[in-house]
Antibody, heavy 116, light 105 residues
Framework: EVQLVESGGGLVQPGRSMKLSCAAS????????MAWVCQAPKKGLEWVATISYDGSSTYYRDSVKGRFTISRDNAKSTLYLQMDSLRSEDTATYYC?????????WGQGVMVTVSS | DTVLTQSPALAVSPGERVTISCRAS??????MHWYQQKPGQQPKLLIY???NLESGVPARFSGSGSGTDFTLTIDPVEADDTATYFCQQSWNDYTFGAGTKLELK
């Protein structure tokens, strides 16, 4: 059974940093591209970033370029999202998802609240 | 960005047929996918590539369309289908529609 379990969310002040993790199991992690998708409270879904199966390529939505970094450790079957210079508009639930190029499996999500 | 437009809400009775539409601002070929999200849960993939049913999803769900106009059909609707349905395109980067909230009468 495919499982994706996010961790690392919480309350953070504007301008500070936070790192999310996503532990994957139930499939061969290093065969798949992975992504982060966010959902602001009571809002729709937004793709944030994608990393290729081997980590050699990364892609970001414009609003996070230069602030967020997606990475992965295939030996640990874990996906990461380093979020720097956080803004109030980054407040959202962040989901990790397997990216094929639709999103066929999703984690349960982790809430990130950016507020002073 | 490719903008996806969905109607905001629909209300139907159990047993009826419902169609949920999604219009793209430019052609996405068949790179359109549909998700179901219930309150407090993560999205669940229903349809990929415009018309392919994801494994384990009931055959009551179907998808159609190509280019700019797409439809998700549920026939017949059941009480458990109360949820928000999102379309997503993968032809020009990755964008989602704002979602259609389906309520049962």
């Amino acid at each position: 059974e495919v499982q994706l379990v996010e961790s690392g969310g919480g309350l953070v002040q504007p301008g500070r940093s936070m790192k999310l993790s996503c532990a994957a199991s139930g499939f061969t992690f290093n065969n798949y591209d992975m992504a982060w998708v966010c959902q602001a409270p009571k809002k729709g879904l937004e793709w944030v970033a994608t990393i290729s199966y081997d980590g050699s390529s990364t892609y970001y939505r414009d609003s996070v370029k230069g602030r967020f970094t997606i990475s992965r450790d295939n030996a640990k079957s874990t996906l990461y999202l380093q979020m720097d210079s956080l803004r109030s508009e980054d407040t959202a639930t962040y989901y990790c998802a397997r990216h094929v190029p639709f999103f066929d499996y999703w984690g349960q999500g982790v809430m990130v609240t950016v507020s002073s | 960005d490719t903008v996806l437009t969905q109607s905001p809400a629909l209300a139907v009775s159990p047993g009826e047929r419902v169609t949920i539409s999604c219009r793209a601002s430019e052609s996405v070929s068949t790179g359109m996918h549909w998700y179901q999200q219930k309150p407090g849960q993560q999205p669940k993939l229903l349809i990929y590539g415009a018309s392919n049913l994801e494994s384990g999803v009931p055959a009551r769900f179907s998808g159609s369309g190509s280019g700019t106009d797409f439809t998700l059909t549920i026939d017949p609707v059941e009480a458990d289908d109360t949820a928000t349905y999102f379309c997503q395109q993968s032809w020009n980067d990755y964008t989602f529609g704002a979602g259609t909230k389906l309520e049962l009468k």
